[in-house]
């Protein structure tokens, strides 16, 4: 297990080598804290806030995940590094498991932004814990998700922009899926937004924990890894 | 021991490796070595249990590199042929990092020992990518290093290096061979007639010989060659040529208006006068004589290509 967090670290490292990390904190900031404000100023109402910034995030996070994901297998394909993990005595899973908590690390750092604004809103206003808390743990689960997602689409490629626009699609699917749903109806209506990540998301932002969303995001997640550590041992 | 046996590997039609089976004893330095795309870097992938075989098995000191990868890959340092590193991080950082994925305590001490070994403690501190070519090579090594491996799988270690860093790196690997075992690939015989116990050569995928390097630079690199250009040629030079001890073949190319001699002799035996004089005794004209060494690498491409054709 201890490996497990060393790759862990290592992946957290390699973020901020790169500008990207620092210009990603900046971007997700502003375009949040402006919505903030304005939800803020036309809502005013404390409780349905959070919410709404969370369903805007799920949004945002759409288009930005691909960009901290591609780079976690890919890139060490591309320069050979991949190796010196595989030559190492640590399991695929191991690898797969501490890469997916390194860019999890990464992707609860960018969300810690929002604690800014609930902690504003503690105190001026008084937002209903269970709520915000729903959209936390749906969030976490949400980004997770992307985040697995993202692992297969870059254990596939040697190029990172592959990787993302591979990740992009991924996402783009399972996002959409519910409202291809919507075209049919009966079993394949119920089949489509099973799949649907807004369906599972929607419940937690309106501030519903059912276990049955937390077995989906969980499901998915834990599928995704175990699939990117088979195609990581089957690399030639 | 180390025991290759029947390993086959296909990337998808082509036979990388072809049915190759050999082993080596503890505390061998083994070069392994083959023209380019011979199946070296294949092998030794296959060994370090990066890839796996198509069919056949590698036992580690009696671990199955494919059975029990964790076990077998914690007695194997393993540097790759084209040396990937993280190329971010400052040298003492990436050795941690390779010290704590191999699960390692003690780090401070063992990276060290072995910065010491191979030259590298005046840099700890920069980041990699800014390093020279063979200080990254070191880097490697020492990464390869790091928890004394009983197994050393070197994959062309010098390659890309210059004189003297080839000398270095050399050095660095001798004195490891007398505390673990190495396989080291190569396509330059000097370094193996330099450093090796014992030689395995594959050519295509399949094995050409194992051999110590003594045998096998007899066979290789005993030669040079003498070629000479005359005129009025008759086949009684040849055969006087041949009696001469240190001339091992000659060859006759062209017509008896303009012939070419090439005279193979050992490389440390000084024949020219000796072939002079048999040539003016029966009045061949000699138009132009000079000496061809041929290099080791052509010699080696001789006879793996004889060896394939046998």
Redo the contacts between chains.
């Keep these: 297990m201890r490996k497990v967090w060393w790759i862990a670290k290592k992946e957290l490292d390699l973020y901020f080598f790169s500008p990207i990390a620092y210009i990603m904190l900046f971007v997700l900031s502003l375009i949040s804290g402006y919505y903030f404000y304005i939800f803020v100023f036309q809502v005013k109402d404390a409780v349905v806030i959070m919410p709404y910034l969370f369903s805007l995030l799920a949004s945002i996070f759409l288009f930005i995940s691909p960009f901290y994901t591609m780079r976690l297998i890919s890139e060490e394909k591309k320069t050979g590094t991949i190796e010196v993990l595989l030559t190492s005595p640590i399991s695929e899973g191991e690898i797969v498991v501490g890469k997916f908590l390194g860019s999890f690390l990464f992707f609860s750092l960018l969300l810690s932004v929002t604690f800014l604004y609930l902690l504003v809103l503690m105190i001026w206003g008084s937002p209903d814990s269970g709520v915000i808390l729903a959209n936390y743990i749906g969030f976490f689960l949400l980004g997770a998700t992307f985040i697995s997602l993202g692992l297969v689409a870059s254990s596939l490629t040697k190029n990172q922009i592959i990787a993302a626009i591979l990740t992009f699609l991924f996402l783009l699917l399972f996002w959409l899926i519910g409202w291809i749903g919507s075209f049919f109806q009966g079993g394949l209506k119920i089949f489509f937004n099973y799949f649907s990540l807004i369906e599972h998301f929607t419940n937690f932002n309106r501030g519903i924990i059912d276990s049955t969303d937390l077995i989906f995001f969980l499901s998915v997640v834990i599928f995704n890894l175990f699939l990117t550590s088979k195609i990581l041992s089957h690399e030639e | 021991m180390i025991e290759v046996k029947n390993v086959t590997k296909y ?1 998808s039609n082509l036979k990388a490796v072809n049915d190759l089976s050999f082993n080596i004893q503890k505390g061998e330095i083994v070069g392994f070595l083959g023209p380019n795309g011979a199946g070296k870097s294949t092998t030794l992938k296959i060994m ?4 796996r075989p198509s069919s056949g098995s590698v036992s580690i000191f009696g671990v199955d590199v494919f059975l029990n ?3 077998a ?2 007695k ?1 340092g ?1 540097l ?1 042929e ?1 040396n ?6 400052s040298v003492e ?1 990436y050795l941690k ?2 010290c ?4 390692l305590s003690a780090i401070k001490q063992k990276i060290q020992s072995v910065a010491n070994k191979v030259f590298i403690s005046n840099v700890m501190a920069k980041t990699i990518k800014t390093l020279s070519k063979g200080y990254k090579q070191r880097v490697g090594l020492a ?1 390869a290093l790091l928890g004394n491996p009983e197994l050393l799988l070197l994959d062309e270690p010098t390659v890309g290096l210059d004189p003297n860093q080839i000398v270095d790196i050399r050095n660095v690997i001798k004195s490891l061979g007398e505390t673990s075992t190495i396989l080291l690939s190569t396509h330059i015989l000097q370094e193996v007639s330099a450093i090796c116990d014992k030689v395995i050569i594959i050519n295509e995928g399949n094995l050409i010989a194992i051999d110590e390097p003594e045998n096998l630079s007899r066979r290789l690199s005993g030669e040079n060659r003498l070629i000479l250009t005359v005129k009025n040629y008759n086949p009684d030079v040849a055969n006087s040529l041949k009696n001469i001890d240190a001339i091992s073949n000659v060859e006759v190319e062209g017509d008896q208006d303009l012939t070419k001699l090439i005279v193979f002799f050992q490389s440390e035996s000084e024949i020219q006068n000796e072939v002079l004089s048999i040539l003016l005794n029966r009045g061949v004209k000699i138009i132009e004589m000079k000496p061809d060494t041929l290099s080791l690498e052509t010699i080696f491409q001789k006879l793996t290509k004889g060896q394939d054709n046998a």
């Design positions: 990337y370090s249990g990066l890839i990868p964790i076990e890959k914690a194997i393993y790759s084209k990937p590193l993280y190329e971010d991080y950082e990092f390779i704590r994925i191999k699960g990464s």
